[in-house]
């Protein structure tokens, strides 16, 4: 999948132009139609990623429309915040409770508990 992130449609519709042939092409810009026709001609992708916002500001006529050509548009969650390594350490632990993870790691009891606790709803389900 290539990414192709832009600020500007000007600056996208010119990343797209430089694209070859993609299977899955990632846009974080909305969809309006002089970047699908950037996209039809220059690219040729099977399926298009945009994130959720853009997604829901994306027009239905032009994703129906890319449909009927087999391309696919689908929305999906960009990954936010910064990521980290938390989670990982708290693994190890589970078999303790919150406050002893906090003792041992010397990680603030909040942050424990809070990615404890969203661990264990994890593994219920």
């Given amino acids: 999948m290539k ?6 449609k000007e600056e996208l519709i010119e990343k797209i132009k ?9 846009i974080n810009l909305e969809l309006d139609r002089d970047v699908a026709i950037a ?4 690219c040729e992708p099977k399926k298009i990623y945009l994130p959720k ?19 696919e548009v ?4 960009a990954k936010t915040g910064r990521p980290t390594n938390v989670d990982k350490i708290i693994k190890k ?21 809070y990615h404890y606790y969203k661990l264990k709803k994890k593994e219920k389900q």
């Fill in 3 to 8: 990414k192709l992130i832009a600020k500007t």
């Fill in 18 to 26: 430089e694209c070859e042939n993609e299977e899955e092409i990632y």
């Fill in 39 to 42: 996209l039809l001609e220059s």
């Fill in 53 to 71: 916002s853009k997604y829901k500001r994306s027009s239905k006529k032009i994703i129906k429309a890319l449909e009927g050509v087999d391309v």
């Fill in 74 to 77: 689908i929305p999906i969650k």
């Fill in 93 to 113: 632990y589970l078999d303790k409770k919150p406050k002893e993870i906090a003792e041992i790691t010397g990680i603030n009891i909040k942050t424990v508990e």
